[in-house]
Nanobody, 127 residues
């Protein structure tokens, strides 16, 4: 069993950076795929980014490419989402999710694929 705890959200202005953290407890993230999803009020949950930890490969939704970076740290058993040049459209509740396998590109963006979820952290970007 893996427990995920997100942190780092907050209220920022357009263009500001923010780093979200997803810390895992229970077992190491080795061999996992970890992703960030977000959900804005009245909208469906949306894939943001994913990291296949063994391979180090990443995937991003087009709207965040070049602005967001997902990376992991074995020492802290955490995955981070570094967000830059934030926009009001990035306002959402951000969730960390994990699956104990290296997911394929065909499934890495699908929320139902992931077994473990955190409670999320709110990101609000003011214009």
């Amino acid at each position: 069993q893996v427990q995920l705890v997100e942190s780092g959200g907050g209220l920022v202005h357009t263009g500001d950076p923010l780093r979200l953290s997803c810390v895992a407890s229970g077992r190491p993230f080795n061999g996992y795929t970890v992703a960030w999803f977000r959900q804005a009020p009245g909208k469906e949950r949306e894939f943001v980014a994913a990291l296949r930890l063994n391979r180090g490969t990443t995937a991003y939704v087009d709207s965040v490419k070049g602005r967001f970076t997902i990376y992991g740290d074995n020492a802290t058993n955490a995955v981070y989402l570094q967000m830059t040049d934030l926009k009001p459209d990035d306002t959402a509740h951000y969730y960390c999710a994990a699956k104990n396998k290296q997911l394929t590109l065909g499934t890495i963006t699908t929320a139902q694929t992931y077994l473990y979820w955190g409670q999320g952290t709110q990101v609000t970007v003011s214009s």
